[in-house]
């Protein structure tokens, strides 16, 4: 394996950074194996039939997975137990080294569905919250321990001892001395609210759809006549008090500001028009001053999900601005990153990093980007337990060719959810699909043999789906290294050491490489009911004192709350809920 060549805009002044290499390195063995199975990375699962995508896989692969039970699948997926005794070892291989490349997502205990409510969270506050947004919420914001005293970092700590961490914007409060945060895509204001009355801090919310930014004032209101009526309250009696009780809240509410986040403009003026508007007037500068301070302020930037080209338009502003101390992204929607060719002066939102777009073969494509959006530990649970949702991407898929027999100027059209399909037989789940793309049911032959020969290759269809589940993380995993490597490149550790705590295993170059802001991947949130689980933290300062201990509580600040039950005949939700098998 030959050692990438660096960009040729790498420095060469500063020593070698042993984690900015494994960094590099990574991202480079990442589209190495991307590309050697780009065919399979590419693959529509509803194009399964009409495309003949189970004869594009190997043959002794097709033997092996052609007989596989789903607990086998979900063991290949999770990388525990035996797959399958006499697999063939090149799918054992390209199994081992997905899991190995692919960034961890921690591993958490307790109960596999988020509970009915967080106990952890005042009542107040998870109103209009539903449960899996309560979970983000406590894991991002909660107040904990003040972080100890900074000490120079020695040796990157190993990522999976950076796990689920309940603290985190509070720590970095404390670590740079910063009680002012950005909220860029609030949407309705659930973090922003809890930021502001649970912690007392000053907290400005951006959010893009004036409607939304709309709701979050109201429901700002609401609180705000609540604490009125009680005053301010402490915590509430409740049947199962919580061993840690929430914090008592404070009348002070967030400012919310309806505006898109420009990646091109000066931090000082960057917002455009909120789309759509809402009923109030949008700001150019929702911190006043130049440079985005307030009286020299610095501030805090956040973003819970922040979809598509809004996560590295937040990267940029943080990079460019001294006003901003630290930032702490949770990113989304992959697939509506914007990648080359663009407009000039439009940068696109893949890859940041020149190493990145320096390495042959670091395109994604749009389907590329859109499978490391699912779920893959929800799904290894459904094959687990051998669900009946299971058979929900066979249907879409023997559904897909059908609608190209009877119109073949119909390629993949979007056929929305249909709501528990796995409780439908195919016929009538067909009947509900046909009219969603203009085509009468009573012209297309539902109980052909055809059909019925299809439908009894569901296991492959399922077998199928799992190796593509395989490279999705990653996906993830090449994108949010292109983000940490395009900070490193920015530069900007004040302390010069450049210590990166994302410490990645695995062969590395010996190359002179630069320093640059202090970085890290934390697997922030439990992956099985909150996909997208890594946030990337990036400061002006050492993160070793915001980072260090953070994993001493995860288990001890698990809801004490009980899952909540689903109802009669109801499934937990697909993976990446609300998204048509792809």
């Known amino acids: 394996m030959t050692t990438p060549r660096p960009p040729p805009a790498a420095a060469m002044a500063a020593p070698p950074d042993p984690a900015l290499q494994r960094e590099r390195q990574r991202a480079a063995d990442i589209i190495r ?13 509803i ?13 002794p692969w097709q033997a092996a997975l052609a007989t596989a039970a789903p607990p086998q699948l979900a063991a290949l997926l999770g990388g525990r137990g035996s797959p399958g005794a006499a697999w063939p070892l090149s799918l054992l291989a390209f199994a081992a080294a997905a899991r190995a490349l692919a960034f961890p997502r921690g591993c958490p205990g307790g109960t596999p569905r988020p509970p009915c409510q967080s106990a952890r969270l005042h009542p107040l506050l998870r109103r209009h919250v539903k449960p899996k947004k309560q979970h983000e919420i406590r894991r991002l914001g909660e107040v904990g321990a003040a972080p100890p005293p900074p000490q120079p970092l020695q040796t990157p700590p190993d990522p999976p001892q950076i796990l689920l ?7 970095l409060s404390q670590a740079t001395g910063c009680d002012r945060v950005v909220d860029v895509g609030a949407g309705q204001g659930h973090l922003s609210r809890f930021l502001a009355f649970g912690l007392g801090l000053s907290v400005t919310a951006v959010e893009g759809d004036g409607r939304l930014a709309g709701t979050a004032e109201r429901f700002d209101r609401e ?9 301010v309250p402490g915590n509430e009696s409740r049947r199962t008090p919580p061993r840690r009780p929430p914090r008592p809240l404070t009348p002070r509410a967030p400012r919310h500001v309806a505006g898109r986040l420009d990646p ?16 109030g007037s949008a700001a150019r500068n929702p911190l006043g001053g130049a440079g985005g301070r307030e009286a020299g302020e610095r501030v805090l930037v956040t973003g819970l999900h922040a979809c598509g080209d809004l996560s590295p338009a937040l990267l940029r502003h943080f990079a460019r601005s001294p006003a901003v101390a630290a930032v702490a992204s949770v990113a989304c929607c992959y697939m509506k990153l914007s990648t080359l060719p663009q407009p000039p002066g439009r940068p696109p ?9 320096g390495l042959p073969g670091h395109e994604l494509s749009y389907r590329a980007r859109e499978a490391a959006c699912h779920a ?16 929900a991407h066979c249907y879409r898929a023997v559904l897909e060719t059908l609608i190209r027999a009877a119109d073949p100027s119909k390629k993949r059209p979007g056929v929305q959810t249909v709501k528990k399909a796995h409780a439908l037989s195919f016929p009538q789940y067909a009947r509900l699909g046909l009219p969603r793309v203009g085509l009468d049911p009573a012209t297309v032959p539902l109980d052909s043999e055809a059909v019925g020969a299809m439908l009894e290759q569901q296991h492959k269809v399922v077998a199928f789906f799992s190796l593509t589940l395989l490279l999705a993380p990653l996906v993830e995993t090449l994108i949010l290294l292109d983000r940490l490597l395009y900070l490193r490149e920015r530069g900007g550790c004040r302390d010069g050491g450049g210590e990166g705590t994302a410490a990645l295993p695995g062969p590395v170059p010996t190359l002179p490489l630069p320093v640059g802001f202090q970085c890290a991947l934390v697997p922030l949130f439990d992956p099985r009911f909150s996909p997208r689980n890594l946030v990337l933290v990036a400061a002006r300062t050492p993160l070793g004192a915001v980072l260090s201990g953070l994993d001493e509580d995860s288990s001890e600040d698990e809801d004490a709350g009980t899952a909540e039950p689903p109802g009669e005949g109801q499934s937990p939700p697909a993976p990446g809920a609300g998204r048509e098998p792809q």
């Not at 961490?165 to 720590?171: A, D």
């Open 165 to 171: 961490s309940p603290q985190l914007l509070w720590r």
């Open 33 to 45: 194996l991307l590309t050697l199975y780009r065919p399979l990375l590419d693959a529509y699962v």
């Open 47 to 59: 194009d399964f039939f009409a495309e003949g995508l189970w004869a594009q896989l190997p043959p």
């Open 223 to 231: 609180l705000l006549r609540e604490l009125g009526k009680r005053g």
């Open 264 to 279: 091109g403009a000066p931090w000082g003026e960057f917002l455009l028009p909120p789309d759509p508007p809402g009923p």
């Open 376 to 391: 893959l530990e929800e799904y290894a649970g459904r094959l687990d337990g051998e669900s009946g949702c299971l058979r």
């Open 349 to 357: 939102g893949y890859p940041l990093s020149a190493w990145v777009a």
